[in-house]
C-alpha cells in the first residue's frame, strides 16, 4: 500500500526536477529565441544591402535623413508604454484578450502623438543643405503608428513568455519591408521616394498581422483604459527618452557633422554590425521577466556569471568580425561602399557593448526601476557630444564613432554597478523606482 504522504528525500527530488524542468524550458526558449534574433538580423543586413546598392552612398545619406527623426522617436514616442504592458503581462492578472486590446489602443494612440511629434520635428530641424528631403521625412513619419502598436503587442506575448508567438511576429514584421524592397527592385526599380512609400505600406501589414486572432480588436473590452497606463508608464517614459536619445545620439550627431556620403557610410554599416547586439540583447528580454518576477531574485553570482559570459562572447565575436568585415563589405555592398569600412572598425566595439547594455537595462526596468540610469545616460551623452566636438576638426566624422565608444564604456561601468547595487540590496518595495541608485 502506498503511503498518502511524501517523504522528504522525494519532496526534495521532485523540486530538483522541477527546477531542472524549468531550466530546460528557459534554455529552450533562450535558443530559440537567439535564433530568431539572428534571423531578424540578417533580414535587416538584406535590407540594408538593398538600399544600399539601389541607392549608392549618397542616396543612402538621404534616406537616413528621411528616417532619422522616426528612428530617434520610435522608442521614446511610446511614453513607457511597452515596459508596462510587458509588466501587465508578466504578472498575469488580465485577462489576455482584454490586455491585447489594451496594447493596441495604447499603441494607435502614442503613435499618433508620436507621429505629428515627427512631423513637426522634420519640418524645423533638418540642418539647412538637406531640408530638401523634408516631404519625404514627414512621409516616413506615418509608418509611425504601425511600429508602435506591433512593439505594444508584441509585448505582451514578450511578458506572459510565449516566445513562440512573439518570434513569429517579430520576423513577419522584420520581413515585410526586404521583401517589398526585393519585389520592387526586380519589377521596377527602387529609388528613394519609393523605398520610403514601401516602408509606410510595410510598418502597416505589419501592424495588421498583429490583429490575427484578437475579435473584435477596438469593439471589444479592454483593460487597464489607456489613460491609466499612460500614468503607469511616466517613470519608464523618462527612462526611455534618456536611454533612447543616447542610443541614437551618434545619428543626430553624423546628421549634423557629416555630409549626406559620410551619413550614409555611417548609416549603412549600422545595421552591418547588428549581429554583435544579438545575444546580450536576447537575453535582455529574458532578464526583464526575471527582474518582474517578484518570487525570485537574481544574486551576485548570477551577474557575475551572465556579465563573464556576456564580454567573453561579445569580445570573441568582435575579433571575428573585424577581421572578415574588409571582405564582406567589398563583397556585400560593392566597391563604392569601401570607404565605410573605417566606421564599422569603431561600430563593431560600439555595437558589442551596446548588446550588453540594453541586457542589463531591460533587467532593471523589469525591476520596476526605471530612473535608476538616467544620471547614467545624460553623463554619457554629455561625453558624446565633448568627444565629438573635440575631435571633429581633425578626424572628421570618424570622431562620432569614437564619441559612441567612449560613451558605450562609460555606460557600461555605471550601469554594471547599478545592478550590483541592486541584487545587494535588502527589503525594497518591488515598486521602487530606485531613482537614488548611483
Same mark, same amino acid.
Given at each position: 500500500?502506498?503511503?498518502?504522504?511524501?517523504?522528504?528525500?522525494?519532496?526534495?527530488? #521532485?523540486?530538483?526536477?522541477?527546477?531542472?524542468?524549468?531550466?530546460?524550458?528557459?534554455?529552450?526558449?533562450?535558443?530559440?529565441?537567439?535564433?530568431?534574433?539572428?534571423?531578424?538580423?540578417?533580414?535587416?543586413?538584406?535590407?540594408?544591402?538593398?538600399?544600399?546598392?539601389?541607392?549608392?552612398?549618397?542616396?543612402?545619406?538621404?534616406?537616413? #535623413?528621411?528616417?532619422?527623426?522616426?528612428?530617434?522617436?520610435?522608442?521614446?514616442?511610446?511614453?513607457?508604454? /511597452?515596459?508596462?504592458?510587458?509588466?501587465?503581462?508578466?504578472?498575469?492578472?488580465?485577462?489576455?484578450?482584454?490586455?491585447?486590446?489594451?496594447? @493596441?489602443? /495604447?499603441?494607435?494612440? #502614442?503613435?499618433?502623438?508620436? #507621429?505629428? @511629434?515627427?512631423?513637426?520635428?522634420?519640418?524645423?530641424?533638418?540642418?539647412?543643405?538637406?531640408?530638401? @528631403?523634408?516631404? /519625404?521625412?514627414?512621409?516616413?513619419?506615418?509608418?509611425?503608428?504601425?511600429?508602435?502598436?506591433?512593439?505594444?503587442?508584441?509585448?505582451?506575448?514578450?511578458?506572459?513568455?510565449?516566445?513562440?508567438?512573439?518570434?513569429?511576429?517579430?520576423?513577419?514584421?522584420?520581413?515585410?519591408?526586404?521583401?517589398?524592397?526585393?519585389?520592387?527592385?526586380?519589377?521596377?526599380?527602387?529609388? @528613394?521616394?519609393?523605398?520610403?512609400?514601401l516602408f509606410v505600406v510595410a510598418s502597416t501589414l505589419s501592424m495588421l498581422t498583429c490583429l490575427y486572432g484578437l475579435r473584435t480588436p477596438l469593439g471589444g473590452p479592454s483593460e487597464p483604459k489607456v489613460a491609466s497606463l499612460l500614468r503607469e508608464s511616466r517613470p519608464y517614459a523618462y527612462s526611455t527618452f534618456a536611454t533612447d536619445l543616447f542610443e541614437r545620439l551618434d545619428l543626430l550627431l553624423i546628421l549634423w557633422i557629416a555630409g549626406l556620403r559620410d551619413q550614409g557610410y555611417y548609416a549603412a554599416m549600422v545595421p552591418v554590425v547588428y549581429p554583435l547586439t544579438v545575444i546580450p540583447n536576447t537575453m535582455g528580454l529574458f532578464l526583464f521577466n526575471a527582474g518582474a518576477d517578484t518570487t525570485k531574485r537574481l544574486k551576485a553570482t548570477d551577474v557575475n556569471r551572465i556579465l563573464g559570459s556576456s564580454l567573453a562572447v561579445q569580445a570573441a565575436s568582435t575579433i571575428v568580425f573585424m577581421l572578415l568585415i574588409a571582405t564582406v563589405i567589398g563583397w556585400l555592398y560593392g566597391e563604392a561602399f569601401l570607404p565605410a569600412i573605417h566606421f564599422a572598425y569603431w561600430l563593431a566595439p560600439v555595437a558589442a557593448i551596446k548588446g550588453i547594455l540594453q541586457g542589463l537595462d531591460s533587467y532593471v526596468k523589469g525591476r520596476g526601476k526605471p530612473l535608476a540610469a538616467i544620471r547614467c545616460r545624460v553623463t554619457a551623452m554629455v561625453l558624446m557630444v565633448v568627444v565629438a566636438i573635440t575631435l571633429e576638426p581633425s578626424l572628421g566624422a570618424i570622431s562620432v564613432a569614437i564619441a559612441a565608444l567612449a560613451g558605450q564604456v562609460i555606460s557600461f561601468v555605471w550601469l554594471s554597478a547599478i545592478v550590483y547595487a541592486d541584487v545587494a540590496s535588502i527589503g525594497e518595495p518591488p515598486g521602487s523606482t530606485g531613482s537614488d541608485l548611483l
Open positions: 500500500m502506498t503511503s498518502k504522504f511524501s517523504s522528504p528525500n522525494e519532496i526534495s527530488e #521532485t523540486g530538483r526536477d522541477s527546477r531542472s524542468k524549468e531550466k530546460s524550458r528557459l534554455a529552450k526558449q533562450f535558443i530559440s529565441t537567439v535564433g530568431v534574433a539572428f534571423l531578424i538580423v540578417v533580414l535587416q543586413m538584406g535590407q540594408g544591402i538593398l538600399l544600399a546598392r539601389t541607392l549608392g552612398p549618397v542616396g543612402r545619406g538621404e534616406y537616413a #535623413t528621411a528616417m532619422f527623426f522616426v528612428q530617434l522617436l520610435l522608442y521614446v514616442g511610446l511614453f513607457g508604454g /511597452l515596459e508596462v504592458i510587458c509588466r501587465h503581462a508578466a504578472e498575469d492578472k488580465i485577462d489576455a484578450s482584454r490586455l491585447r486590446r489594451a496594447a @493596441l489602443k /495604447l499603441g494607435l494612440v #502614442t503613435g499618433s502623438v508620436t #507621429t505629428i @511629434l515627427a512631423i513637426l520635428l522634420n519640418s524645423v530641424a533638418l540642418p539647412a543643405e538637406k531640408q530638401f @528631403l523634408i516631404p /519625404l521625412a514627414c512621409l516616413c513619419s506615418l509608418s509611425l503608428i504601425g511600429q508602435q502598436v506591433v512593439l505594444i503587442m508584441t509585448g505582451v506575448d514578450r511578458g506572459q513568455g510565449k516566445f513562440g508567438a512573439y518570434n513569429v511576429r517579430r520576423v513577419i514584421a522584420a520581413a515585410t519591408f526586404p521583401v517589398l524592397l526585393l519585389i520592387t527592385e526586380l519589377a521596377i526599380g527602387v529609388s @528613394l521616394l519609393r523605398a520610403c512609400g
